[in-house]
């Protein structure tokens, strides 16, 4: 079906991100995180190539942070709002007591270090590059084999996979590739006594049974934590177009996605596709990015554990040395894990007390 509504002026490629016109820089304007309506504007000045800015939307940075004291055997918030509640945690020690979300659905994302997690359902062992879904009201506990830094999402809403659509139910991942616990008792089972903290209304409950809570011999049902690696997830390749974000969606929220970038093939030089990240105004969601693994060729002076934030409203897009690098490039093997918010993002003081002041300097060329 044509769509009657769309309208073209001027000078403009005709497929976005492809053959770009000499001396002009692609934007794209879109609305509702790249999902929703969208036009490509085509500037004669990089997006980005700003003197000064002044208010809540600058771009911002956090370096790697899982050896501050603030999260040491705990979760510390990084950034926030009614829907999604970002933290980070480092532990070295298996837990000393149970846990149980009664306010948020949870997604834990391992950076680094394995275990297990123990589970009214049963046993999932753990590892770096594991996504773990627990439902709301799950009971839980880690053990840690080795030192584990954690990425914690606490959501409003459930967890669910995206649609593929025309793709088929096999891609971004295949079916098997998902884990499902099997029934299992917890493995302590000579304690004197066995405590679960149950967070409800932002408060915390401690309550004592003198037996080990996990005693489920079966379950059936629809409802129950699963797990997938990232390292198992099958990206949308085209060597003729740049992908958006939203093509590697891999969890849907309440008002808000997780998209996982992985290793893949980068366009086509031959074809003049554009191989960095194209500049755009995703006017209706704060944008955050963590970068678990390899060489973030589009971020100069980014490493491993670091986490960038990008406000609605403001221009995003690569850094200047990135259109060249990715020229030398025919392939990436960066991983980085991102968070689109739906509604703005607030910063924790944890954020305030380690943030780059400098990161939205990092586009003026010198």
Request: glycine share 6%; hydrophobic share 35%; charged share 25%.
């Amino acid at each position: 079906m044509i769509d009657s509504s769309f309208r073209s002026s001027g000078i403009f490629s005709k497929q976005a991100h492809v053959k770009i016109p000499d001396g002009l820089y692609e934007e794209e304007h879109g609305r509702k995180g790249f999902f929703g309506r969208v036009s490509h504007l085509y500037h004669e000045q990089k997006l980005t190539s700003w003197k000064n800015i002044e208010g809540d939307l600058k771009p911002r940075a956090l370096p790697t942070l899982f050896d501050s004291v603030e999260v040491q055997e705990k979760f510390a918030p990084v950034l926030y709002n009614s829907d999604v509640i970002l933290s980070y945690g480092t532990f070295s020690k298996t837990w000393k007591s149970f846990w149980r979300n009664g306010d948020f659905d949870e997604l834990y994302f391992v950076h680094d270090g394995s275990g297990k997690i123990e589970t009214t359902y049963g046993h999932i062992n753990i590892k770096k590059g594991d996504y773990i879904i627990i439902p709301r009201g799950t009971t839980i506990k880690f053990f840690i084999d080795s030192k584990m830094k954690l990425l914690r999402f606490e959501s409003n809403g459930e967890f669910e996979e995206p649609t593929r659509g025309i793709l088929g139910p096999n891609a971004l991942y295949d079916q098997t590739m998902i884990f499902v616990p099997e029934a299992a008792l917890g493995s302590e089972q000579n304690l004197s006594e066995y405590l679960i903290e149950i967070k409800r209304e932002g408060k915390i409950t401690k309550l004592t049974y003198a037996f080990n809570p996990l005693d489920v011999k079966g379950w059936k049902g629809n409802l129950y934590p699963w797990k997938l690696s990232i390292y198992d997830y099958c990206p949308i390749n085209s060597h003729k177009y740049h992908i958006p974000p939203s093509g590697h969606t891999t969890f849907v929220s309440k008002n808000f996605v997780i998209c996982s970038f992985v290793a893949r093939p980068l366009e086509s030089s031959k074809e003049q596709v554009l191989k960095v990240p194209f500049y755009h105004s995703n006017i209706d969601y704060d944008e955050v990015l963590f970068y678990h693994e390899g060489d973030f060729f589009s971020r100069d002076n980014i490493s491993a554990g670091a986490l960038t934030f990008h406000p609605q409203g403001i221009n995003h897009g690569p850094h200047p040395k990135a259109f060249q690098k990715a020229n030398n490039k025919e392939f990436t093997d960066e991983y980085a894990v991102m968070l689109d918010a739906r509604h703005p993002l607030l910063r924790s003081e944890f954020f305030s007390k380690y943030e780059n002041q400098n990161y939205w300097k990092s586009w003026m060329e010198h």
